[in-house]
């Protein structure tokens, strides 16, 4: 009876042109919409707790951590955990890391879904494409733990099936152990494993396009190149800048587990980045301001570049997130 | 060849067909052949497959890596620990991620604007990993099964893509007329809605449970008790903590010892036994894929 009665109240309000209080109104509105509420409070209820009171928490930075104070308890010591880190002789490093590691992911992995999806896009032989999509998703759903696993045993210089390959064309090199292999080992292997999967939202961009466009492409004699140049890439441009952008707020945002999983002594002068320095300097030692300053210096450079890609997205091309 | 259409063709695009043919079957080779090898090098002899004897087909067929890991406890505790909190854990993401992704796709909502907003925001800022760590610390979610669960229940890119799916499929008209003939949004919601998206259920249904499964992260930060630990950190501590430097020096050129090799074979087998569940629950959802990502991309 109670939903019927709702439902009588609700027609009310839009087609009575009675002007009422403000207050009145908002109140109203919540019984008229009372099953609604109900229905996304638990989600509101755990973003809340979840991710805005850590966002408060992150006065930390700005503290003295106190565990018998809590969080927001510690006496205020301003930017001194900033400039701690600016001044430490890990910052250069750390940065450099940081930076190269995400740079060369963008760089190179971001192209290699764009060109998959236009080649797959080129095979006519419907049950080969689906053979090819079905194989280039799945290595999307390995887990991070079983790919590092992987590229352990399959890059062994003793017993690995790559390892031998690069010991037989003469490079002597363990894969695993130099400084020089780490990144292009992790970039690689972050194509290897992320390019099909990201290619679908360019083949759906792809599925979309007029076909019109193709019909006419023909009669005007385009070769196969052609329509690729001028029909296939523009038609997937907007999604690009999209992405980009949005790899671009990333930009200091390396994946923590990977390169965790794949640290070891020897490569760690050129694998330490600041999610995994942010880890040990606050997980594994303790140091909570500190590590938190971290953390949000990390934060705020990455909201900055999204905001600049954004802006300059949105003047070069009238293309933007908001 | 019915791999080529016949009319119309020039020359040019006939070489073009052929490089992309090629160029395609080099791509699925490099994809397919690293998994296919694994399968392989996890049931043949080790000392084969560590000498690189071991390349298209078994070699000295032998199950020592699967009879390891099936006496190994830590293994079973793992998995049976990393199945409690896939099930529940997504279970409870779809209970909170469908009706809020419901609400915020009835366009006559008001609060709907605000909502997403609040929800959005949190994809792009964060409190970052100490303030996140002391908040668990405070509420007891340290070394609790449930930081599995409830924690990060809502992901806010999923709850988009369902949102994105009801707003396409469920047009106004459809809730109007349901409610001409006294239906509520429970019910609409209940007996409308999810019978009409499967596909967006199934999609990120998936991507929660692959999300549960895969997750090595909050078993590293927030679990210390070995016997609450999911099966990825099992696993760490299998194909990892046993790494290539642990048999000494580290520099490469030693040969690789005795024992390194049997380590080695359980290793194939490790990876193999704890993707399979993925593996088998793939092709069944496969088919929603293209649909479902299309959906999320309309509107990021």
Redo the contacts between chains.
């Keep these: 009876m109670a939903v019927a009665n709702t439902e009588t109240e609700k027609v009310d309000v839009k087609y009575s042109q009675v002007p009422k209080k403000k207050s009145a109104k908002i109140i109203q509105s919540f019984i008229r919409d009372y099953q609604l509420w109900l229905m996304i409070l638990p989600a509101i209820i755990v973003i809340f707790i979840f991710n805005y009171i850590p966002m408060y928490g992150v006065q930390l930075a700005f503290r003295e951590y106190d565990f018998t104070k809590g969080i927001t308890g510690g006496e205020w010591v301003g930017l001194h955990y900033f400039k701690q880190f600016i001044d430490s002789y890990m910052f250069a490093d750390l940065m450099k890391n940081t930076i190269v590691i995400s740079l060369a992911t963008i760089i190179f992995g971001f192209p290699a879904p764009i060109i998959l999806a236009i080649i797959i896009n080129q095979v006519v032989w419907k049950r080969w494409k689906k053979a090819i999509q079905t194989t280039v998703y799945l290595p999307h759903f390995i887990s991070l733990v079983v790919m590092v696993g992987m590229i352990n045993v399959l890059l062994s210089p003793n017993s690995g099936v790559v390892g031998h390959i690069v010991s037989s064309l003469g490079f002597d090199i363990n894969l695993l152990a130099s400084e020089s292999a780490f990144v292009p080992v992790y970039v690689l292997s972050d194509i290897w494993q992320h390019a099909g999967w990201n290619s679908i939202i360019y083949l759906a961009a792809l599925a979309s396009v007029d076909t019109q466009l193709y019909d006419s492409a023909k009669i005007d004699g385009a070769s196969r190149w052609q329509v690729i140049r001028y029909v296939d890439i523009p038609a997937i441009v907007p999604t690009m800048i999209i992405l980009f952008i949005l790899s671009m707020g990333n930009i200091l945002n390396t994946g923590f587990e990977k390169i965790f999983l794949m640290q070891n002594p020897l490569n760690l002068p050129v694998s330490e980045v600041i999610a995994t320095y942010v880890y040990k300097i606050g997980i594994i030692s303790n140091q909570f301001s500190y590590s938190a300053a971290i953390g949000l210096f990390n934060t705020l450079i990455n909201f900055i570049f999204l905001i600049l890609m954004n802006y300059i997205a949105k003047k070069a091309s009238n293309i933007s997130l908001w | 060849m019915?791999?080529?259409?016949k009319k119309?063709k020039?020359t040019?695009?006939l070489i073009?067909?052929i490089f992309?043919?090629i160029?395609?079957i080099f791509?699925?080779l490099?994809?397919?052949y690293?998994?296919y090898?694994?399968v392989i090098?996890s049931v043949s002899d080790s000392t084969l497959?560590?000498?690189?004897k071991v390349?298209l087909y078994p070699k000295g067929f032998s199950l020592f890596g699967y009879t390891e890991i099936f006496q190994d406890s830590r293994i079973w505790i793992g998995y049976r620990n990393t199945i409690i909190y896939t099930v529940v854990g997504t279970a409870v993401n779809l209970?909170?991620?469908l009706?809020?992704a419901?609400?915020?796709s009835?366009k006559e909502?008001?609060?709907r604007r605000y909502?997403m907003f609040?929800?959005v925001f949190?994809m792009?800022?964060?409190?970052?990993?100490?303030?996140?760590?002391?908040?668990m610390k405070?509420?007891n979610l340290i070394n609790n099964m449930w930081v599995f669960i409830?924690?990060?229940?809502?992901n806010?890119f999923n709850?988009i893509i369902t949102r994105t799916f009801f707003e396409s499929s469920l047009p106004k008209e459809l809730f109007e007329a349901a409610?001409m003939d006294?239906c509520?949004?429970?019910q609409f919601?209940g007996k409308i809605a999810l019978p009409l998206s499967k596909a967006v259920i199934s999609v990120i249904g998936l991507y929660y449970l692959?999300g549960h499964?895969?997750d090595?992260?909050t078993g590293l930060?927030y679990i210390r008790d070995y016997s609450l630990q999911p099966l990825?950190i099992v696993?760490?501590d299998i194909?990892?903590s046993n790494?290539?430097?642990s048999e000494g020096a580290?520099?490469?050129?030693?040969?690789?010892g005795y024992a390194?090799?049997y380590a080695?074979q359980i290793?194939?087998g490790?990876?193999i036994v704890?993707?399979l569940p993925?593996?088998i629950i793939?092709?069944f959802i496969?088919k929603y894929?293209?649909k479902g990502?299309?959906i999320g991309?309309v509107k990021?």
């Design positions: 019915r791999l080529f259409s119309g020039t040019s695009d073009f067909d992309i043919f160029l395609c791509i699925f490099i994809i397919a690293p998994l090898f694994i090098a497959v560590a000498t690189g390349t209970l909170l991620t009706p809020a419901y609400v915020l009835r909502f008001k609060a909502l609040f929800f949190t792009f800022f964060n409190g970052g990993l100490i303030p996140t760590y002391l908040l405070e509420v409830i924690p990060f229940s809502v806010v709850l409610q006294g509520s949004h429970f919601f692959v499964w895969n090595f992260f930060i990825q696993l760490r194909l990892l790494q290539v430097f580290g520099s490469g050129g030693a040969a690789g390194q090799r080695d290793k194939y490790v990876i704890s993707t993925i593996l793939y092709p496969q894929f293209d990502v299309m991309s990021g």
